[in-house]
């Protein structure tokens, strides 16, 4: 089946600095991935979706400033956490669709755990 | 307005069991649905989907699960629960206009008594 994989699995930083995670899609092409958040013992809030070669789409209430993604090609996906506080301590899991999956089906990444210290 | 619901935050079933995880959706198109199952500090993993044709859809790990589009609902069952099974579980909504972006539910925690 397909993969996607992110990077890293785990990240601890200082509060203030910027952590930047990536989402690959290693064995299809993605034109649309997606970010989740999910917070402890909580589901997944979509974040927004991203969109290759233009700009990401927002859920209503989440910064764009704050959670810059940037979508370059068609396998891989980044979003960096910039000036990093405790609150935005989470783990953040991504998925991507398969361009050429008639079923549409969107694939997800093992996610990433962000801690803000 | 869409929301998938999950009734039962947490449940606890012996093993060799039999399980069912409820899940109501509301949404106003032709919806896609899924369950994910996520184990502790992992991604998730589909067992199964539902996008049309035959209302009982079987899954990885011996898994299934019902479309009941008169109760809106995308109830998960397994005849016999293993203790590997115990994790987390999701389902999730989606429209097919709308690729892979879903809808999740708040989640199931399943706990698995030897």
């Known amino acids: 089946g397909a993969v996607v994989s992110q990077h890293p699995s785990w990240v601890i930083c200082k509060s203030g600095t910027s952590v930047k995670i990536e989402c690959r899609s290693l064995?299809?092409?993605?034109?649309?991935m997606f970010w989740y958040r999910q917070f402890p013992k909580q589901s997944l809030m979509l974040m927004a979706t991203?969109?290759?070669?233009?700009?990401?789409?927002?859920e209503q209430g989440v910064e764009k400033d704050k959670f810059l993604i940037n979508h370059a090609s068609l396998t891989l996906s980044t979003l960096t956490v910039t000036s990093a506080h405790p609150e935005d301590s989470s783990f953040y899991i991504c998925?991507?669709?398969?361009?050429?999956?008639?079923?549409?089906?969107?694939?997800f990444g093992q996610g990433t755990r962000l801690t803000v210290v | 307005a869409q929301s998938v619901t999950q009734p039962d935050i947490h449940i606890t079933v012996s093993e060799g069991a039999s399980l069912e995880l409820r899940c109501n959706y509301s949404?106003?198109?032709?919806?896609?649905l899924f369950w994910y199952v996520q184990s502790p500090g992992q991604g998730l993993q589909l067992l199964l989907k539902?996008?049309?044709?035959?209302?009982l859809v079987q899954g990885i790990k011996g898994f299934e699960a019902e479309f009941k589009r008169s109760q809106s609902s995308f109830n998960l069952r397994k005849p016999s629960v293993h203790w590997s099974d115990a994790a987390e579980y999701f389902c999730?909504?989606?429209?097919?206009?709308?690729?892979?972006?879903?809808?999740f539910g708040q989640g199931t925690e399943l706990s698995v008594k030897p």
């Open positions: 999730a909504v989606g429209a097919y206009n709308q690729g892979g972006k879903l809808i």
């Open positions: 949404y106003g198109a032709t919806p896609y």
């Open positions: 064995d299809f092409q993605a034109t649309t």
């Open positions: 991203s969109n290759e070669g233009s700009k990401a789409t927002y």
């Open positions: 539902y996008f049309s044709g035959d209302t």
């Open positions: 998925s991507a669709r398969d361009t050429k999956d008639r079923a549409r089906r969107a694939f």
